[in-house]
């Protein structure tokens, strides 16, 4: 399961889509034969997603785009996926596959915090950093430990 701003939004666009999948299959047992049905309703879908190192990017509203907002270019039609701010976007997801990249900025910034040669004002500044990545972290273990439970 996703975690992060986007992940409701994100789980309910699949929820969609399987609800019109069941419709189908109690209409026209066939309908979903080839595929084709299921290739149509993801297809929208699929070309709003931005794959990143840190996050996914489901951008299908560029007004709600964070990183469009903070460059200063709203009218863009892609997300600037390098620039994103994915624990506050709205259309950020973060899944099991990002999980190894938040553990090591933890690790890394965990390294700087504990230096005596990193000056005070800099670790102040890298602890907000710190906490948005531990909480990154927290709500990904609370979605893979979700999905297990509903599995069960």
């Known amino acids: 399961m996703p975690a992060g701003p986007g992940a409701r939004g994100f789980i309910d666009a ?5 609800a019109e999948l069941q419709d189908a299959a109690r209409t026209d047992p066939n309908a979903l034969k080839d595929d084709r049905h ?12 931005h794959v990143g190192a840190a996050n996914d990017c489901w951008f299908r509203d560029p007004a709600k785009a964070l990183c469009l907002r903070l460059a200063g270019t709203p009218d863009a039609k892609r997300p600037l996926i390098g620039r994103c701010d994915s624990a506050r976007c709205p259309q950020a997801t973060h899944h099991a596959s990002h999980r190894p990249m938040w553990a ?3 690790k890394t910034i965990d390294v700087f915090l504990s230096s005596p040669r990193v000056a005070k004002g800099e670790k102040q500044r890298l602890v907000p950093e710190h906490d948005r990545a531990l909480r990154v972290l927290t709500e990904l273990d609370s979605a893979d430990q979700t999905a297990r439970s509903e599995r069960t």
Do not use: A, T
């Open 14 to 18: 699949f929820q969609h889509i399987d």
């Open 38 to 49: 299921l290739e149509s309703l993801l297809r929208k879908l699929s070309k709003s997603l």
């Open 104 to 106: 090591e900025q933890v």
